[in-house]
């Protein structure tokens, strides 16, 4: 069975910082891309990041480009996300997720088959 | 680039079919054949449900199913069933530079 675990959430103060890590298991990890989504409380979902199977080909959204980094270490099977000069906006659940295609076949296809469970990030003063 | 536009809000008795829409441009749903839908139910992560406009995963119910027109996609849910009223998202791959949008969401109502 294939799982995410996400962790590294908390509070933190305006212009602070804050590592996510997600854990997975279940999966050949490298084979796959993976992504970070977010949702503000009461909102919608948010693209943050994507990172290919071999930690080439990274993408980010608008909002969080020159602050977040998303990087992986595949004998770790883990993903991360650094996130730097954080915002009261980043305030969300972040969840990592898995992409749905094999990587190696045709690349990224950017939407998500599995999620982990979340993990709340507070930005506030 | 903005997010993609779906009605807050649709209903229906169990057993009706409702269709819900997602409204874009011609760079990203009208652009690529790259529409996925996700359904989620309070305080539990998206699900996919719909991949590359009309794609079901294994263990999706085929009640759910995904077209596209132009600029626009839907998803149909046939049957409805009460575990079917959650919220449902629309996304769609919007080119290299910032690859996916997320429609606001629409809140499905079993009545």
């Known amino acids: 069975e294939v799982q995410l675990l996400e962790s590294g959430g908390g509070w933190v103060q305006p212009g602070g910082s804050l590592s996510l890590s997600c854990g997975v298991s279940?999966?050949?990890?490298?084979?796959?891309?993976m992504g970070w989504v977010r949702q503000a409380p009461g909102k919608g979902l948010e693209w943050v990041a994507h990172i290919g199977g071999d930690g080439y080909g990274t993408a980010y959204a608008d909002s969080v480009k020159g602050r977040f980094t998303i990087s992986r270490d595949n004998s770790r099977t883990s993903l991360y996300l650094r996130m730097n000069s954080l915002r009261v906006e980043d305030t969300a659940v972040y969840y990592c997720?898995?992409?749905?295609?094999?990587?190696?076949?045709?690349?990224?296809?950017?939407?998500?088959?599995?999620w982990g469970q979340g993990t709340m990030v507070t930005v506030s003063s | 680039q903005s997010a993609l536009t779906q009605p807050p809000s649709a209903s229906g008795s169990p057993g009706q079919s409702v269709t819900i829409s997602c409204s874009g441009s011609s760079s990203d749903i009208g652009g690529y054949n790259l529409v996925s839908w996700y359904q989620q139910h309070p305080g539990k992560a998206p699900e996919l449900l719909i991949s590359?406009?009309?794609q079901r995963p294994s263990g999706v119910p085929d009640r759910f199913s995904g077209s596209k027109s132009g600029n626009t996609a839907s998803l149909t849910v046939s049957g409805l069933q009460a575990d079917d009223e959650a919220v449902y998202y629309c996304?769609?791959?919007?080119?290299?530079?910032?690859?996916?949008?997320f429609g606001g969401g629409t809140k499905l109502t079993v009545l």
């Open positions: 590359e406009v009309d």
């Open positions: 996304s769609s791959y919007a080119g290299s530079n910032n690859p996916v949008l």
């Open positions: 279940g999966l050949t990890f490298h084979n796959y891309a």
């Open positions: 997720a898995k992409d749905v295609r094999y990587y190696y076949g045709s690349g990224s296809l950017y939407t998500y088959d599995k």
